[in-house]
């Protein structure tokens, strides 16, 4: 079985920084994409960001060019979300996920939600 955790979640100030981390343990053989999601009260759960073991990466294009998904490559099973220039409109739980591979199987893992208040 895998767990993700995510954490760095906070209240920033528009135009500020803030970097989110999420970690995945357990009987992990690997882990292909990993990426995050995020969702506001009332809405449906959207994409922000993804990246491949590859390294490849996508954006939803409201984030585009302000935030960076990378992963711990020495590890390759920690994932990080830099977002530049947070804006109001970005406030929203995060969610962590990540493809694994582990003694349970091969499926998709959800963290738990990191909360991000962006002020104005």
């Known amino acids: 079985q895998g767990k993700l955790v995510e954490s760095g979640g906070a209240l920033v100030q528009a135009g500020g920084s803030l970097r989110l981390s999420c970690a995945a343990s357990?009987?992990?053989?690997?882990?292909?994409?990993m990426g995050w999601y995020r969702q506001v009260s009332g809405k449906q759960r959207e994409l922000v960001a993804g990246?491949?073991?590859?390294?490849?990466?996508?954006y939803a294009a409201s984030v585009k060019g302000r935030f960076t998904i990378s992963r711990d490559n020495a590890k390759y099973t920690v994932v990080y979300l830099q977002m530049n220039s947070p804006k109001p409109e970005d406030a929203a739980i995060y969610y962590c996920?990540?493809?694994?591979?582990?003694?349970?199987?091969?499926?998709?893992?959800w963290g738990q939600g990191t909360q991000v208040t962006v002020s104005s």
């Open positions: 996920t990540a493809n694994i591979s582990s003694s349970a199987g091969r499926r998709l893992y």
């Open positions: 357990g009987s992990i053989f690997s882990i292909n994409a």
């Open positions: 990246i491949t073991r590859g390294g490849s990466t996508n």
